[in-house]
């Protein structure tokens, strides 16, 4: 189905991305990794959502064909407080990189732990620090908006 639509928009499969969690991926996971495979000889991108909190296995991480993980937004609210998250986060991206995947932080919620993700070398971020939810009908004015040149004085 997914494959159907992107053909119908003309969009190509990398387009998609699809993120499981871990506890989804460890409940069966030699299923989670075949399926996964299937997807990803697609060409769809795959990653592993809220890294860190559930039970995945550096033996199952290596085995899965993912592009990126997700550091849970657990991790991440107080990187300013806790010497211990920062030491996960950074382990995290490090450990991400050395297995060839993008990492993704979610819960990023001010400027400060975006400068301490971006000193420590994560790839991307999620979180209200850039915008809060919204309609999709919306989405696009902000895209727009995001993209225009500001103007100094």
């Known amino acids: 189905m997914t494959l159907a639509l992107l053909s119908l928009y003309d969009l190509p499969p ?3 991305s699809f993120e499981l969690t871990e506890r989804d991926m460890m409940s069966d996971a030699q299923k989670a990794i075949d399926l ?10 795959l ?8 039970q995945s296995s550096l033996s199952k991480l290596k085995q899965m064909p993912v592009s990126a993980i997700k550091i849970d937004k657990s991790f991440v609210f107080n990187l300013d407080k806790s010497e211990s998250d920062r030491i996960i986060v950074k ?3 490090e450990l991400g990189h050395r297995f060839r995947l993008k990492v993704i932080a979610e819960g990023v919620e001010t400027e400060l732990a975006l400068n301490t993700l971006k000193d420590m070398g994560c790839d991307y971020i999620q979180g209200y620090h850039l915008c809060r939810p919204m309609p999709a009908s919306l989405f696009e004015q902000w895209l727009k908006d995001r993209q225009k040149p500001s103007i100094t004085g």
């Open 14 to 16: 990398s387009c998609v």
């Open 91 to 93: 382990s995290t991206i």
């Open 36 to 45: 996964m495979t299937r997807f990803k000889e697609n060409g769809l991108e």
């Open 47 to 54: 990653s592993v959502d809220d890294y860190g909190i559930g």
